[in-house]
């Protein structure tokens, strides 16, 4: 029970924060009876998926033209029929991607064959890195939120579709904590893990990168910058130009919030990440800390696994950035559709808290907190990248990937814990600790 205990507990957790705590674990907690997809698993599945998802795209598309109209019927409730169940499954193993349903991506996994169709369409190659995998409900939680608040967003869903070609490639398995209650009763859940999305040319060279969860709109409008200018020659003067913009954007923004003038690099500065911050060793706590919306559904996870109260962190969200987020106009706002896949995934913590969607406590903390993330994103996190890509513009995109997870997100794959090695005396033996070798 020690999780559920420690959402009960004041501090440094207000009262008014419980319910979106509450919103965020239901998407990110599942009881380990029936609610996990055994579809990877059931060779028919496989199967049946198999036969279009080796068409590419148009097998997708001839896939949306039989069934899609049976799917659509029932496609909002939790406890659809086996059939439609089953066509689910079928369906997010020929996309690659947990509720497809939602909107119909095609997603590669094998990056010789994202090239070879990006080369032939003279479309940008969309990157996302990330723990776990996209079609398992279990891959990191800002993964999770892609697929709740992007991707089934349905202008960026054609936009992507008819815009760029999709890739996502597993940087490590998303850690997962299991509390076991006993007499079969368990709930699992991811507990640490970033993604990222990288915007590549046809080639293969970035373009760009948009680390962790953008709202809706703000995330649209960076895809749209690259598709009639996915062709770079000069990548150093294509990056300062990147930084360029955000330097005047930051500026737009701190005019617009009324706050004290101060450029975006002495406010990095003043944050101390400029300088040493990237170069530390920090725990699984401190990189949850990164990024808002996913550490709303960590943070208590970690405590509860550390049996202590969440330490201090080098990294917290500055008012700048609060500021900035709340006077975003227009405010953040989360579409109907992604609604839905919310209210599936959660119907009975909807049904509970949210009798009027208009005016929906989880729905309005949910768009503020995208809000904050992207604002965090754009001028804390990506301006790191941006300058490291300045400084190394020939760079291949694994070596960038692997500074990223290090140096960003501070989730190096040389520390095979990622932050969670136990510290403290447990009374169990060798801490609770099982290696393949023991």
């Keep these: 029970m020690k999780a559920f205990l420690f959402l009960s507990k004041k501090g440094p957790f207000k009262s008014k924060r419980l319910i979106f705590f509450s919103l965020l674990l239901a998407f990110s907690f599942f009881p380990a009876k029936g609610l996990f997809s055994e579809s990877k698993k059931d060779p028919s599945i496989l199967e049946e998926a198999l036969t279009f998802r080796e068409q590419g795209p148009e097998g997708l598309e001839a896939f949306k033209q039989k069934f899609g ?9 939790p406890q659809a029929s086996a059939e439609v169940i089953r066509l689910r499954q079928v369906l997010d193993q020929i996309c690659q991607q947990k509720d497809c ?24 190659i969309l990157s996302l890195r990330l723990l776990g995998e996209l079609d398992e409900d279990l891959s990191c939680a800002n993964s999770r939120f892609f697929r709740l608040v992007l991707y089934s967003y349905p202008e960026i869903a054609s936009y992507l579709r008819e815009n760029f070609i999709l890739y996502w490639e597993s940087v490590r398995p998303a850690p997962k904590l299991t509390i076991d209650y006993g007499h079969g009763t368990k709930i699992i859940t991811t507990i640490t893990g970033n993604s990222i999305h990288y915007i590549l040319s046809p080639e293969g060279k970035i373009l760009d990168a948009l680390p962790g969860l953008y709202d809706p709109q703000t995330f649209l409008k960076k895809l749209k910058g690259y598709v009639v200018d996915s062709k770079v020659s000069n990548h150093k003067e294509h990056y300062s130009k990147l930084y360029q913009d955000l330097e005047k954007q930051w500026e737009l923004s701190i005019q617009k919030s009324g706050l004290p003038r101060i450029s975006l690099g002495a406010w990095l500065s003043s944050t101390g990440i400029s300088a040493d911050l990237f170069n530390q060793e920090m725990s699984a706590e401190e990189a949850a800390k990164l990024a808002i919306s996913k550490r709303m559904v960590e943070i208590p996870n970690l405590a509860a696994f550390r049996d202590q109260a969440v330490p201090p962190s080098p990294v917290s969200i500055d008012p700048y950035l609060v500021y900035l987020a709340l006077n975003q106009k227009p405010l953040v706002q989360l579409n109907p559709n992604s609604i839905q896949l919310l209210k599936r995934k959660s119907p009975q913590l909807f049904a509970n808290r949210c009798v009027d969607l208009k005016s929906c406590p989880l729905i309005e903390n949910l768009q503020k907190t995208l809000g904050e993330d992207t604002v965090q994103n754009d001028f804390l996190l ?21 500074w990223v997870y290090a140096k960003v997100f501070l989730s190096s794959q040389e520390d095979p814990w990622m932050g969670l090695k136990p510290v403290n005396l447990t009374g169990v033996p060798n801490e609770g600790v099982i290696q393949p070798d023991q």
């Design 69 to 77: 109209k049976l799917l659509s019927i029932e496609r909002d409730k």
């Design 101 to 124: 349903d939602y909107d119909y991506l095609y997603w590669y996994t094998d990056f010789t064959q994202a090239q070879e169709a990006a080369k032939k369409t003279h479309k940008p």
């Design 382 to 402: 990506r301006p790191q990248i941006i300058k490291y890509l300045i400084n190394h513009p020939d760079i291949s995109i694994k070596e960038l990937n692997d």
